[in-house]
Nanobody, 125 residues
Framework: QVQLVESGGGLVQAGGSLGLSCVAS????????MGWFRQAPGKEREFVAA????????YYANSVKGRFTISRDNAKNTVYLQMNSLKDEDTAVYYC??????????????????WGQGTQVTVSS
């Protein structure tokens, strides 16, 4: 079992920055691949970014590449998502997720084994 708690969401102006955190408890965090997803009203949950268990490999959706950065601190059981140059279309509930297995990179909702409760990010223009 893995429990995930996100924080850091809020309201930000377009062009601004926001950082999200996701703290994990339960199964050894350092063995988990981790990812961030988002879901806007009326839309399906979509992949944002993922990171390998050791942090050496990262993956991004094209829509956020160059603006968002995923990172992790295994000593703190925490994965981060730094979001810069935010746009209106980044408005969504952001979820962190743990991959289903050590070698499964969570790049689709089906590849996530555990979800956090989500945190709202609202970008105003």
């Amino acid at each position: 079992q893995v429990q995930l708690v996100e924080s850091g969401g809020g309201l930000v102006q377009a062009g601004g920055s926001l950082g999200l955190s996701c703290v994990a408890s339960g199964r050894a965090f350092s063995s988990n691949t981790m990812g961030w997803f988002r879901q806007a009203p009326g839309k399906e949950r979509e992949f944002v970014a993922a990171i390998s268990s050791g942090g050496g490999s990262t993956y991004y959706a094209n829509s956020v590449k160059g603006r968002f950065t995923i990172s992790r601190d295994n000593a703190k059981n925490t994965v981060y998502l730094q979001m810069n140059s935010l746009k209106d279309e980044d408005t969504a509930v952001y979820y962190c997720g743990a991959g289903r297995g050590r070698m499964i990179m969570p790049t689709t909702p089906q590849s996530v084994g555990y979800w956090g409760q989500g945190t709202q990010v609202t970008v105003s223009s």
